[in-house]
């Protein structure tokens, strides 16, 4: 998929090839994943600001995010909300 992006303070137009994203959902946590198991055994990461140290196979599997069927929603700036309903059936 080629999208157009303009450069140079918009005086120039340039087409850029764009392959698949992976940069959120399902496709972000495969990709982390597959990073994760090509980490070495004597790797040790740093969380929380640096206080906390973990060890990748420490690590808990990625859970599935929870179903937001039935579940209302506010939009609007908060002024009106609405309720998710399944669209298949």
Sequence with gaps: MKIQKITN???S?????????????DSFRRLQQNRLKQIGKNIT?????GIRTVSP?????????????GMTRIINRGTA???????GT
């Design 57 to 69: 196979k420490d690590l808990p599997p990625p859970r599935s995010r929870k179903s937001t069927l």
């Design 45 to 49: 990461m740093h969380l929380g600001r």
């Design 13 to 25: 137009i340039d087409f850029v090839d764009v392959t698949e994203q992976n940069w959120a959902g």
């Design 9 to 11: 303070r918009g005086t």
């Design 81 to 87: 909300s609405r309720k998710s309903i399944n669209k």
